[in-house]
């Protein structure tokens, strides 16, 4: 039996092109995955579901609103003040989820994580006037700082196919989750580990089953998109990415004379970590320099596209309480490490050598909208009407990065949402992914110990406790 549609995703309107740090595109099913394969579980037991607009969502009774990053609520709150009243309920929930403070007036209930197991009891619940209970759901209207919440999780991988409009391909669901855990990594510290077919091979394997860094990289099959995560060994050691910098010469060694697909290799890296200084730069510099010297002058040239982004530190991850860097950034790598190098000729080469040459990608986030971001992450119930405002003025979207830290610096204290945290006055410090407060402040005190005198202190080990399965 199918029931009458009452339920839709709701889809933001196209966005004003020159909106910076928005997102250039409306709605995309492959990355809001998360919302259309709750549809899909809805549609299954029998709901209609469809989508709506600011304008027709008067129309159904339950709204789900998909956040999968941080710089998305700005959209949703642009347009969520002129949505048309009706009787409906707002459900928020999406990979992006972290802090619900300043955005409890735009929503009847948020959920975090995976809400498969018990979507279908929550609109239930929604449609009969009932309030569903569970610790990754929460009332705007019983929201407790303290918490506490948690992220669900699922306990195997979904095991149906999504159909996705937009580039008409079918989407499986692949490993969850990834072991390494490194130390600011929201997604790892929120999503149980899982594997999509464990019974074929049983153990979960950190060469196969993580994000290709320089720790895992197949030199005989070498990826165009690896990552180091670090500047210098300190910093790597420090966020738990053991990439050691006689591993990185002799990576790129390999590398450069392994039958690379293009002859161009991306490298995300994060700078503006605590404590990062010059010498950090200056040793990635010398790395580059070594590799580049130890390679047969043989070798054809290759090149390392650097993709920096900025330190943030996320909620529910044990760098949750770190400070964040008040500068801007952004195209500032190349300067930087071209002092060391003493090559690399234009604005964003930072090297150029015999095997390899440097470049730095440009899409760094640049100061004000990482403010931005921490806004998001770090705002508070008081915060509500400087988001509103900014999400719904065009001019600010529009403006130089000076002109947006100028009205963010007039408007309200910034700098603070950049600066060390303590755990109490942390507006996330109830929400927990997958480690609880104490294991979370431990880690933490192991990433100050090896970023200051004990750079190759031991990990802390960590297991998470196997998730229950979520029912309603
Ligand atoms: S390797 Fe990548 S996906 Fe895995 S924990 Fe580190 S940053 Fe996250």
Redesign the pocket.
């Known amino acids: 039996m199918t029931f009458p549609v009452p339920i839709a995703v709701y889809v933001p309107s196209l966005p004003r092109e020159e909106h910076k740090g928005m997102y250039s595109r409306s709605f995309v099913s492959q990355k809001h995955v998360g919302v259309e394969l709750l549809k899909k579980v809805l549609v299954d037991a029998g709901y209609g579901v469809g989508y709506c607009s600011a304008a027709t969502v008067n129309r159904f009774r339950v709204i789900l609103v998909s956040i999968t990053g941080a710089m998305e609520w700005y959209r949703f709150l642009a347009e969520r003040e002129k949505w048309a009243t009706g009787n409906y309920k707002v459900f928020v929930g999406g990979a992006g989820l972290t802090n619900i403070e300043p955005f409890l007036w735009a929503a009847d209930c948020f959920v975090w994580g995976r809400a498969e197991g018990f979507i279908g009891d929550l609109i239930e619940s929604a449609l009969s006037g009932k309030r569903y209970r569970s610790e990754s759901v929460c009332w705007s209207d019983e929201y407790d700082r303290a918490g506490p919440y948690r992220f669900a999780q699922a306990t195997v991988p979904y095991s149906g196919e999504l159909y996705c409009e937009d580039d008409k391909t079918r989407w499986r669901e692949a490993d969850v989750g990834?072991?390494?855990?490194?130390l600011?990594?929201l997604?790892?510290w929120t999503h149980y580990p899982l594997l999509h077919n464990a019974a074929s091979d049983g153990q979960y394997d950190l060469n196969r089953h993580?994000?290709s860094?320089f720790l895992t990289i197949d030199f005989a099959r070498p990826p165009r998109i690896t990552?180091i995560?670090g500047l210098s060994e300190r910093l790597r050691m420090a966020v738990?990415?053991p990439i050691t910098n006689a591993a990185l010469v002799n990576g790129l060694v390999r590398l450069a004379e392994s039958p690379m697909p293009r002859k161009r290799i991306k490298v995300f890296n994060i700078v503006g970590y605590p404590t990062e200084s010059e010498v950090d730069y200056e040793e990635l510099a010398s790395c580059i320099k070594e590799a580049d010297a130890r390679c047969s002058p043989s070798t054809a040239r290759r090149g390392i596209e650097l993709a920096c982004m900025p330190f943030v530190p996320e909620p529910s991850t044990p760098l949750a309480c770190c400070q964040a860097t008040y500068s801007d950034l952004r195209g500032k790598t190349a300067l930087r490490l071209k002092r060391y190098t003493g090559s690399g000729h234009g604005r964003w080469d930072w090297f150029s050598g015999q095997a390899w040459w440097g470049l730095e990608m440009h899409g760094t986030l640049g100061l004000a909208s990482q403010a931005c971001r921490l806004l998001t992450t770090r705002g508070e119930t008081g915060d509500a009407d400087l988001l509103r405002s900014i999400a719904r003025s065009e001019a600010f979207w529009k403006a130089s990065t000076a002109v947006r830290m100028a009205t963010l610096e007039s408007a309200c204290n910034i700098k603070r949402y950049f600066q060390r945290y303590r755990w109490e006055d942390l507006p996330t410090r109830g929400i927990f992914g997958l480690a609880n407060q104490r294991q979370l402040e431990l880690l933490e005190s192991g990433f100050y110990r090896r970023l200051g005198d004990m750079p190759h202190a031991p990990f802390r080990k960590f297991k998470p406790e196997e998730p229950e399965p979520c029912h309603g």
């Open positions: 990834c072991r390494r855990k490194c600011f990594c997604y790892s993580t994000e860094t990552a995560d738990r990415k």
